[in-house]
């Protein structure tokens, strides 16, 4: 496959290494102010960029009706436009707030838990997530996943960062030097505390759950979802 990266930062390089040696190359790559190589070239774009910056590299990318993979995080309040973009466009578009497959299993094992813990009402569960300094936004794309499925099942109304309100669902985010990416969920009663954790020894398992999905993108139009790629 030949691949366009928008967004060569820490994810850009990793997914161009492992993507090299799965036998693709790099047609494209792009950052915040420079660009090289021949964007409408690629099979598909692979977008790890910023916040500010992702709606405007998918639009690019349907546009140009090129497949887009996007894992930036902090951009969903205009994920249904991209939505819509994209079906305009008969064009094909995933984005995850986590690409890896161990924390894709991890979605599956929390919203297990958080149906089978919905009676026990003597637990307060909770969400934590560890992050390294540079991180913009907070809390984590993936922290937000994993609490949405807990409301879900829960009687919280909503998540909110910091919160100890007895009807929001608390999400709190550290930031500690060089933390690939840590979530834990608690339930917490007097008598005893559950936990559910993903440890994220290194990039590497985002960059590959995002070729992934790119080589599983590359022939089909629609919109879909880490679990269509995973079969889970
Ligand atoms: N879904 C998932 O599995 C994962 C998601 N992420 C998310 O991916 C995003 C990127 O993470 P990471 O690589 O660590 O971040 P970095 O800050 O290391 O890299 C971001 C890159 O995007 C570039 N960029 C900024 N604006 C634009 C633009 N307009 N067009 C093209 N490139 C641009 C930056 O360029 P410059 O250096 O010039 O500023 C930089 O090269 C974050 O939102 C993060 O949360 C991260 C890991 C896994
Ligand atoms: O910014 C990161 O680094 C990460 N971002 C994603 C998120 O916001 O959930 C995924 C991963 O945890 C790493």
């Given at each position: 496959m030949k691949i366009a990266l928008l967004g060569y930062g820490k994810m850009g390089k990793v997914i161009e290494k492992l993507a090299l040696d799965r036998g693709h190359t790099i047609v494209f790559k792009s950052t915040a102010d420079t660009s090289e190589g021949n964007f409408e070239a690629a099979d598909v774009a692979i977008e790890f960029s910023a916040p500010e910056a992702a709606v405007d590299n998918i639009s690019k990318a349907l546009k140009a009706e090129i497949p887009v993979v996007s894992?930036?995080?902090?951009?969903?309040?205009?994920?249904d436009e991209?939505?819509?973009?994209?079906?305009?466009?008969?064009?094909s578009f995933i984005t995850a707030s986590n690409f890896s497959v161990g924390v894709n299993l991890f979605f599956s094992i929390n919203e297990y838990a958080a149906k089978l813990m919905a009676p026990w009402k003597e637990y307060d569960v909770s969400v934590e997530e560890i992050h390294h300094t540079e991180k913009k936004d907070a809390p984590s794309g993936t922290a937000i996943s994993i609490a949405e499925s807990i409301l879900k099942h829960s009687e919280k109304q909503d998540w909110k960062?910091?919160?100890?309100?007895?009807?929001?669902?608390?999400?709190?985010?550290?930031?500690?030097?060089?933390?690939?990416?840590t979530h834990t969920v608690s339930y917490i009663s007097s008598i005893d505390t559950i936990s559910l954790e993903h440890v994220a020894h290194s990039r590497e398992g985002f960059a590959k759950g995002a070729i992934l999905a790119a080589?599983?993108?590359?022939?089909?139009?629609?919109?879909?979802?880490?679990?269509?790629?995973l079969g889970i």
């Amino acid at each position: 496959m030949k691949i366009a990266l928008l967004g060569y930062g820490k994810m850009g390089k990793v997914i161009e290494k492992l993507a090299l040696d799965r036998g693709h190359t790099i047609v494209f790559k792009s950052t915040a102010d420079t660009s090289e190589g021949n964007f409408e070239a690629a099979d598909v774009a692979i977008e790890f960029s910023a916040p500010e910056a992702a709606v405007d590299n998918i639009s690019k990318a349907l546009k140009a009706e090129i497949p887009v993979v996007s894992g930036t995080t902090g951009w969903l309040n205009k994920y249904d436009e991209m939505v819509k973009l994209c079906e305009n466009r008969n064009g094909s578009f995933i984005t995850a707030s986590n690409f890896s497959v161990g924390v894709n299993l991890f979605f599956s094992i929390n919203e297990y838990a958080a149906k089978l813990m919905a009676p026990w009402k003597e637990y307060d569960v909770s969400v934590e997530e560890i992050h390294h300094t540079e991180k913009k936004d907070a809390p984590s794309g993936t922290a937000i996943s994993i609490a949405e499925s807990i409301l879900k099942h829960s009687e919280k109304q909503d998540w909110k960062l910091n919160s100890s309100e007895e009807n929001n669902l608390k999400i709190t985010a550290k930031r500690e030097e060089d933390v690939k990416g840590t979530h834990t969920v608690s339930y917490i009663s007097s008598i005893d505390t559950i936990s559910l954790e993903h440890v994220a020894h290194s990039r590497e398992g985002f960059a590959k759950g995002a070729i992934l999905a790119a080589e599983f993108l590359k022939d089909k139009n629609g919109v879909f979802t880490m679990k269509d790629v995973l079969g889970i």
